[in-house]
């Protein structure tokens, strides 16, 4: 007990000497505009390469936002369309999976900025949060689950729906798979390039 403090002590000072080297106020919570929970201000970096992959990394978070409000209007046109594998309660787990989908991705987004930026412990949260980010835009762009479409129901939207739901069906799919290429280079970029493991990480 007493050791896991004595590392979480080091951890925490470790961050805050490191977030001191870097000069960039972290207590500058400045977006979302309006709401602002995280700091983000890519400008920081200094670095070309890496002000691009934060902007990369601000796509990915603002396509998550982009995706659902595609998936909530789909899924609402669909029900009462009355297609038959969209039930009142798709809408319903849209609404959930916005709620709590927006967050996960903007704390992500968060640790990806400050990982990118040089705060070594961040880089374990990052890794992990986009790992699984991944893996669960990567089924939702495959297969149909909870309020998820899935490509090849998107395809059927088409002769069982109607057109305009296949279009934007269409663009969601377009959407996740966007997403997942551009998180994809950004995690290996940040990972590999410009936070490498180092035998602390294994520990």
């Not at 601000?58 to 936002?65: E, I, K, N, T, Y």
């Not at 987004?109 to 880089?123: C, H, N, P, V």
């Not at 290429?181 to 294994?202: G, H, N, Q, S």
């Amino acid at each position: 007990m007493n050791g896991m403090l004595l590392k979480m002590g080091t951890s925490a000072l470790k961050t805050k000497m490191e977030e001191r080297e870097l000069d960039i106020d972290w207590e500058d919570f400045n977006y979302p505009p309006g709401l602002r929970i995280i700091h983000y201000n890519p400008i920081e970096l200094v670095d070309k390469d890496k002000i691009l992959v934060a902007h990369l990394l601000h796509v990915a978070f603002l396509s998550v936002v982009v995706f659902y409000i595609f998936n909530v209007t789909i899924n609402v046109i669909a029900m009462i369309s009355g297609d038959k594998d969209i039930t009142f309660f798709m809408p319903l787990y849209s609404l959930f999976h916005t709620l709590m989908g927006i967050p996960v991705a903007l704390g992500v987004f968060s640790k990806g900025y400050r990982t990118l930026a040089g705060i070594t412990d961040e880089r374990t949260f990052y890794k992990w949060g986009e790992v699984f980010l991944l893996a669960f835009t990567g089924f939702a762009f495959l297969f149909q689950m909870l309020c998820y479409h899935g490509i090849k129901t998107v395809l059927r939207f088409r002769t069982e729906v109607g057109m305009l739901v296949f279009i934007l069906g269409l663009i969601e799919e377009g959407i996740i798979l966007i997403q997942w290429c551009i998180r994809l280079y950004a995690v290996l970029t940040i990972l590999f390039k410009y936070m490498p493991a180092t035998p602390e990480d294994d520990k």
